[in-house]
């Protein structure tokens, strides 16, 4: 069964920086694509950065070069390194993944239905 918990969330003012772990377990052969994802009130679940089983990495434009993906396969944790913080960043954080094939590329829009496996969420607040 895998199960996947994230942590880290957290309340910050615009500008500051926070780092997410997402800590994986249940299985031992590599996903083929892991990622971010988030969810303002009212809007739909977006794909923001995904990793595949390379180590290959892509971002959604709203968080390209604030935000950075990366993975420690030897404690099966992934993380998610959040800079510049800005207001319109305030979401719920999950991260799931895809053990079925999938381009590992960030598309716009909700999230695919590929990703089967989900963590529970981390609220990232961040104020102006």
């Known amino acids: 069964q895998v199960q996947l918990v994230e942590s880290g969330g957290g309340s910050v003012q615009a500008g500051g920086s926070l780092r997410l772990s997402c800590a994986a377990y249940?299985?031992?052969?590599?996903?083929?694509?892991m990622g971010w994802f988030r969810q303002a009130p009212g809007k739909e679940r977006e794909e923001i950065a995904l990793?595949?089983?390379?180590?290959?990495?892509s971002y959604s434009d709203s968080v390209k070069g604030r935000f950075t993906i990366s993975e420690d396969n030897a404690k099966n944790i992934l993380y998610l390194q959040m800079n510049g913080l800005k207001p319109e960043d305030t979401a719920m954080y999950y991260c799931?993944?895809?053990?079925?094939?999938?381009?590992?590329?960030?598309?716009?829009?909700?999230?695919?239905?590929?990703?089967?496996?989900w963590g529970p969420g981390t609220q990232v607040t961040v104020s102006s």
């Open positions: 249940g299985y031992t052969y590599s996903s083929n694509c």
């Open positions: 990793t595949d089983s390379n180590g290959r990495t």
């Open positions: 799931a993944a895809a053990f079925s094939f999938i381009r590992c590329t960030v598309v716009s829009g909700r999230a695919r239905p590929e990703f089967g496996y």
